[in-house]
């Protein structure tokens, strides 16, 4: 068991570094929309537009991409490939057909959506957002067979390309606003940013073929298979859809606020899932074919040690990188996007939303992982049933909170709302694995919660202490770089001072390899 979680761990860590560089490129990306757009009644229209493709194209990609793992993964146990690739080549085509079906109306009733997403907008900013959604539209296509490719990329053990394509499309929409930009403003961003969709796709297609991957013009509707395939993805689709249902609902009550109020959250969202993106979305890509492994073989305690290991794993990397933000919100923030026309009120705004959607990390970030092995056990119906209870709650706490805390309260509305559902999904999950021992992540927790507030105290001191001169953008960098890596520092030493089980397993295995390598 040992060699095969250091497999999983390898797997994990070649996706880590991979999902640094792209997240990397993605506030790149979003530093240079901001210096170029700032945080306006313009920019809320791109995000809006944005979110209305990007909804349900990371929404229905997501669903294919779960949906295709444990598939594949048991045809390639079986040894029966040929079959596999025929069963992939109607998924694919079918979905095409059906997600150009989607397209067109999408672009046919855009205002109406627009309307229905931002009931807060004037006519102007209706038009605007409705012209930029529909050039944005067809990319919900090719994300979502790239996405589609990526879960048959990673149920062979390919995890690499399958990394590196949002990075790919990160560097397409930077170097549009680079270039273009100041010539065609918004609308020369809405055509970046389905090219670089168009890029995330095709980037991913020499990988396939190195699989063996055999491509058939079928459209096999009856398979019992494929009918299979996209049952499930409805359930799968509305469960995934949580998360973007819950930026809807945010956006839907901050449209009536002070203008800027929904760029303010998206951006801290983005922040808030940097560390989501990098190092928990590392984690439950590499574990997932081996939960669905796990199910296939029927060896439940295998799984059960890979979940808790994953689960302590999760735990230790995003309790400090939580805390931290929380610590370092308003430099951070000021150093990734306070240039142009975004400035310090936009800043303010935006610190504050990330401060109450980083206390609710842990739970997001536990949940990721929890409904993973739902889906190996291809039960679709809990995660989908507590996902729409949480939506409810959200709205629930919304309502109480906006007219206290104004758009801080929908964000820490998001995180009350997860951490319920993450227990919930726990709760559940313990009559599927009844040897699941959750002990050792409840210790793993309280230590690194301790270790991760002696952080934070120790980054807030020296930041409102702070003695050097900030002497612009470098000197912000030099400073947030500074308090980040020193507390990153006192973190590690903490955890292994307090003997914390996943830093200790790492000290293993680093011993382990320089020993080899003598």
């Known amino acids: 068991m040992g060699w095969f979680l250091s497999k999983v761990a390898r797997a994990a860590l070649i996706v880590l570094i991979i999902n640094l560089i792209s997240r990397i490129l993605g506030f790149v990306r979003d530093a240079v929309i901001a210096y170029e757009f700032g945080a306006s009644g313009a920019t809320d229209a791109y995000m809006v537009a944005y979110t209305l493709p990007y909804s349900l194209q990371a929404v229905l990609g997501m669903a294919f991409a779960t949906v295709m793992v444990p ?3 048991n045809y390639l146990i079986q040894d029966k490939k040929e079959e596999g690739w025929y069963l992939v080549s109607s998924v694919l085509n079918l979905t095409t057909v059906v997600l150009g079906a989607v397209t067109l109306l999408g672009m046919l009733f855009a205002p109406q959506l627009v309307r229905l997403m931002a009931p807060g907008f004037d006519g102007e900013t209706v038009a605007l957002t409705a012209h930029l959604s529909r050039i944005m539209f067809p990319s919900i296509i ?13 149920a062979c053990k390919k995890f690499t390309i399958p990394a590196l394509a949002p990075a790919f499309a990160n560097i ?7 270039f273009f930009g100041a010539t065609y403003r918004l609308q020369g961003l809405a055509v970046g940013t389905l090219v670089g969709f168009i890029g995330f796709m095709l980037i991913q297609l020499p990988n396939l073929r190195q699989v063996g991957f055999k491509y058939s013009w079928v459209l096999e509707h009856q398979n ?4 299979k395939i996209f049952l499930a993805i409805i359930p799968m689709t509305l469960s995934i859809a949580v998360n973007q249902i819950l930026l809807a609902v945010n956006r839907f009550f901050a449209s009536g606020l002070m203008s800027g109020s929904i760029t303010a959250l998206d951006y801290a969202n983005r922040l808030m899932n940097l560390p989501l993106g990098i190092l928990v979305a590392a984690v439950t890509t590499a574990i997932y074919p081996a939960l669905a492994e796990g199910v296939a073989k029927k060896d439940y305690q295998g799984l059960g040690q890979t979940l808790t290991k994953g689960l302590g794993t999760v735990t230790v990397a995003i309790l400090p990188a939580a805390l931290g933000l929380m610590a370092l919100k308003v430099p951070v923030v000021r150093l990734l996007f306070e240039r142009g026309a975004f400035d310090s009120w936009a800043t303010e705004m935006t610190a504050t939303a990330l401060f109450y959607f980083c206390l609710g990390l842990w739970f997001v970030a536990l949940n990721m992982v929890l409904t993973r092995v739902f889906y190996a ?27 206290v805390l104004d758009h801080g309260g929908l964000a820490l509305a998001n995180s009350l709302a997860a951490g319920i559902n ?5 709760r559940a999950l313990r009559s599927k694995i009844p040897s699941l021992d959750f002990k ?13 507030s002696i952080m934070a105290v120790v980054v807030i001191f020296l930041d409102l202490n702070w003695v050097i001169p900030v002497l612009g953008t470098l000197g912000l960098l030099l400073k947030v770089l500074f308090l980040a890596g020193l507390g990153a520092a006192l973190y590690a030493l903490l955890v292994v001072a307090l003997k914390v089980e996943e830093a200790q397993w790492f000290i293993q295995r680093f011993r382990s390899k320089t020993r080899r390598g003598r």
């Open 172 to 178: 397409i929409i930077i170097l549009t606003v680079i």
């Open 377 to 403: 056990f291809e039960d679709l119906k809990t995660p989908l049933f507590f996902g729409l209870l949480s939506i409810g709650i959200n709205i629930l706490f919304s309502l109480l909170l906006l007219p």
């Open 422 to 426: 993450t227990w919930l999904l726990y």
């Open 142 to 154: 090719f994300m979502g067979l790239g996405m589609l490719i990526t879960g048959v990329l990673n």
């Open 71 to 73: 598939v594949v993964t």
């Open 224 to 227: 019992p298979e494929v009918q």
């Open 440 to 452: 050792p992540v409840l210790q793993t927790t309280g230590k690194s919660l301790l270790a991760a």
